[in-house]
């Protein structure tokens, strides 16, 4: 018992010794203690892959706020957007989860503090906790900066990054800023990037698709090269805090820097004008499905066109269900009859049965067509079809 009490009593082993000369940064002393912030100017015109960054400056807000489903966003300034990401000490979140690092960036020259206006290209900052219990300096950075901005963008951060984030100015005690409108790219990718991912992938790499690192590749033609994957960042921070081996965390810091890079520049191409985007047909039909749910159907008919023009010679599938549909719901039955029956030539689909049926029975008044066509099959479920089935009887009977 005497030996065991003696080595309680022993004095904590000091913290592994840390060489800074390895990690790119500066250290700044704070009342509430030290802030390692790395800072990185990126010209307006750098390339992530084949976009540049500059149209994420001068995005249209209008267009970013009807494609996220969010009207907050319509009156937001892009060019004073703040892309937030985080590295993690895992990836359940909750109490006991810790942002080591936080990725930022903003167009510098343009926020509303700045003395001297003008565009002097993307501020990358990057903020390091160095030890657990550092979390204050970087936190209130963090509040700063959210308070200047005019909105959020972030890959996945309303369901992660946001939350943790808040976690964390509980836990330290920070007091939390107001937040702006969020834009989450993760949600607008899904909804565009959807039919040309499921064209592409294998059941193995399912679980893959919609990471950031997927849509760089198809979308951006970016290919990282010596990267950390996401599941192993947190065992690369829990190294360096055992060991002080900087360099388990440089592919880390790298990682980071590519994830807000990378927001800014999916939110030039999200946010420019969709007759000068470089999205295929196929994802500007989801893109004019999109405005269709927002209820903007003039700009929804617009990019419809713009896919089916753009196809032209190709598939032409996507596009003209995607017209199709927004024919019908602007009451354009014309419209909406001549695309359905073009992909009925091409194709045997219930679905597209199903349209036209609807459409011969109460617009084109040719009840027989709709019968032979709800006889032929259509997407409904056995009570609904025989439903179908029995009224145009009844009205065959009665011609």
């Known amino acids: 018992m005497r030996e065991i009490l003696e ?21 700044h002393d704070t009342p509430s203690g030290p802030l390692h912030l790395r800072q990185q100017r990126l010209a307006a015109s750098h390339r992530m892959g084949r976009a540049s960054l500059l149209p994420a400056r001068d995005a249209s ?15 937001c300034d892009p060019s004073r957007a703040l892309y937030l990401d985080t590295e993690t000490t895992g990836l359940a979140g909750g109490a006991g989860t810790v942002a080591f690092l936080v990725g930022l960036a903003y167009w510098d020259g343009v926020s509303a503090t700045d003395a ?25 950075h963090v509040a700063a900066r959210i308070r200047d901005a005019s909105m959020l963008v972030s890959y996945n951060g309303k369901s992660f990054d946001l939350p943790l984030i808040r976690t964390r100015f509980v836990m330290a ?13 993760l949600h607008v990718a899904r909804r565009l990037h959807r039919a ?90 989801a893109a004019a499905r999109t405005l269709k749910r927002a209820g903007a159907f003039e700009e929804a008919s617009s990019a419809a066109d713009l896919a089916v023009s753009r196809a ?39 679905r597209v049965r199903l349209e036209l049926a609807k459409l011969y029975e109460h617009f084109v008044k040719d009840v027989p067509r709709a019968f032979e066509l709800a006889m032929a099959g259509t997407s409904e479920d056995h009570e609904a079809h025989a439903k179908r089935l029995g009224r145009l009887s009844r009205k065959l009977k009665r011609l």
């Open 7 to 27: 080595r309680t009593a022993l004095p904590p082993r000091p913290p592994p010794r840390v060489d800074t000369t390895e990690l790119p940064f500066v250290t």
């Open 61 to 75: 807000s209008e267009l970013l706020a009807l494609l996220a489903l969010d009207p907050a966003l319509a009156s």
């Open 116 to 140: 001297a206006p003008g565009n002097r290209g993307l501020m990358v900052e990057q903020i390091l906790v160095r030890r657990l219990g550092e979390e204050a300096p970087m936190l209130e």
């Open 173 to 185: 005690r920070v007091a939390a800023p107001v937040e702006p409108p969020h834009f989450d790219l």
């Open 196 to 285: 040309r991912l499921r064209s592409r992938r294998t059941r193995q790499e399912t679980m893959a698709t919609c990471k950031l690192t997927t849509i760089e590749r198809l979308i951006l033609g970016f290919e990282r090269h010596d990267d950390v994957p996401s599941a192993d960042v947190s065992a690369h921070y829990l190294h360096f805090l055992r060991t002080g081996e900087t360099k388990a965390l440089l592919g880390v810091v790298e990682h980071n820097a590519w994830d807000v890079i990378a927001m800014a520049a999916l939110v030039g191409l999200y946010g420019e004008p969709l007759d000068r985007t470089t999205l295929e047909p196929m994802e500007i039909a």
């Open 312 to 350: 032209a010679g190709g598939d032409l599938e996507e596009p003209l269900r995607a017209r199709a549909e927004i024919a019908k719901a602007r009451g354009d039955r014309a419209r909406a009859l001549a695309d359905y029956t073009h992909l009925a030539k091409s194709m045997d689909d219930p």
